[in-house]
């Protein structure tokens, strides 16, 4: 988990701050419908989010729906002709897969990011 997320019963949630209006933001990461929440200090963000989290799980348990959106380990992700060339040569360079040279990319850009629980 990172500086700018907020973890809560399984959860996680974003910090974002506003200039403007001079207060922190986010919403509730990985679900299918939008859910935010804000508060002026960590404190009263954190509060937040869980009521946002425990509001967003009452609703759905109502209406008989998921709460998370699964992140099951497959993704379809565009690139763009030139860097789907280069990733297809280097795979076939390092006589791998361009699975395995998408995964490495996405898992090397992503190592500093800790999960809670």
Known sequence: ??????????????????????????????ITDSVSYEGTTIQEITEDFHLSVDDYIAVCNTMGKTPLKSAKGSFNVRIGEEAHLKALIKADMEKTSLNQIVKEAVEKEIEDIELAG
């Open 1 to 30: 988990m990172t500086k700018d997320t907020l973890f809560y019963k399984g959860f996680y949630g974003s910090i974002h701050y506003s200039d403007e209006d001079k207060c922190l933001f986010g919403n509730i990461i990985g």
